[in-house]
């Protein structure tokens, strides 16, 4: 073999590998590769207000439970391609850390529904994502596993408050009403004093009052009528309930606060007999129903994440009970616009 050909060929592959090895290194930790996002139900979301990015985590499609990471620029879900990640789930809660610039993610369910007789289904461990991975922190006092709980960041007191969700205990449902907060990397019990045992609550960080409010939720005797639709804050020491008459209850309804206007918007979830599509805002200490046009098809188990940057509220996904959704509606100036449209799919029934 010619000798100069064969050092020719030893230099030409050093160089290719050298090449491989600056294009890595020229992009950030991790990869992101744009994909449909296709439909999605029970997924957990939060805004990050220092990259103004939507990320959404998990939740399952019209087939299976999924624990994908993906990121909302410009109207288009792009997917972050990670080797560890959290396990498979739904009804888990992801909210933004400001203070220590990080996502939190905490428990959920390794099925949709679960069975009552396998308590195995449900989690309790905490994940941070931060600077482009992920990692599980180990905690000292942890919440029991439970999923369908309410979780906020409180931007004020920098620490995360977790309420209530439900767990499996002598091969049965059970609702919590234990309420935990999360700071210096550590899961604190507060207190049971509060709202009644619930899973399915919507709650919300109120810059404006600096306290969490948290509606509605499926309770004990599992009614979700006109009694029921409370309305609780927190303000790190004690639970207070307001004082609202004709209201109705309402499960896994999505909600929101708008900082723009300083308003508590809510959208769609369950009332005992049917899903809805109706919107609300919580202001000057009562909701008032808004009378919209074009408005999302009636759901639950979607999500919604304000958006500061662009002064607007996205939702996403859910379900009405036989479809699962993948679109995309905007909620601006009191009007819904649909912004991007994905078919529904038919849910296919297989434990999940």
């Known amino acids: ?9 030893r230099y030409m592959k050093i160089k290719l590998i050298v090449s491989i090895l ?16 296709g439909v999605r139900n029970a997924q957990a979301m939060a805004y990050n207000s220092d990259e103004s990015k939507i990320y959404l985590f998990g939740g399952a499609n019209h087939e299976k439970v999924m624990n994908d990471l993906w990121c909302f620029e410009k109207d288009e879900w792009i997917q972050i391609d990670l080797n560890n990640k959290p396990e498979p789930r739904t009804f888990s809660n992801l909210v933004y850390d400001s203070k220590n610039e990080r996502l939190i993610l905490f428990g959920g369910n390794k099925v949709l529904f679960g069975d009552g007789s396998n308590s195995n289904t449900l989690l309790n461990d905490t994940w941070e994502f931060k600077n482009g991975q992920w990692k599980k922190l180990t905690t000292k006092g942890t919440p029991q596993p439970r999923a369908e ?5 409180d931007e004020i007191r920098n620490r995360v408050v977790l309420f209530g969700g439900y767990t499996f205990q002598d091969k049965s449902y059970k ?5 935990w907060e999360f700071y210096e990397n550590e899961w604190h019990l507060i207190t049971n004093d509060g709202p009644s045992a619930r899973n399915g609550a919507a709650m919300i960080f109120d810059i404006k009052n600096k306290v969490s409010i948290l509606f509605g939720g499926s309770t004990i005797d599992r009614q979700y009528g006109k009694t029921k639709g409370e309305t609780w804050s927190w303000n790190g020491k004690k639970w207070r309930k307001f004082k609202i008459s004709k209201t109705i209850g309402i499960f896994n309804a999505a ?9 508590i918007l809510r959208f769609g979830g369950w009332n005992g007999k049917t899903r809805i599509n109706e919107t609300w805002v919580f202001r000057n200490k009562k909701w008032n129903k808004l009378n919209t046009k074009n408005s999302p098809e ?20 859910g379900h009405d009970g036989d479809f699962v959704y993948g679109d995309i ?16 799919q038919k849910r296919i029934e297989n434990n999940h």
């Open 255 to 263: 909600m929101v606060y708008e900082t723009n206007k300083k308003e």
């Open 298 to 317: 009636s759901r639950n188990h979607s999500f919604m994440v304000y958006d500061e940057q662009n002064k607007r509220t996205i939702l996403f996904g």
């Open 1 to 9: 073999m010619n000798k100069s050909y064969d050092s020719l060929g």
């Open 175 to 179: 609702k919590l009403n234990d309420t």
């Open 22 to 37: 600056l294009t890595i290194l020229s992009f950030s930790s991790y990869s992101q590769t744009e994909t449909a996002i």
């Open 329 to 344: 509606w905007e909620f601006k100036d009191y009007k819904w616009k649909k912004i991007k449209n994905t078919k529904p």
């Open 149 to 153: 709980a309410a979780m906020v960041y």
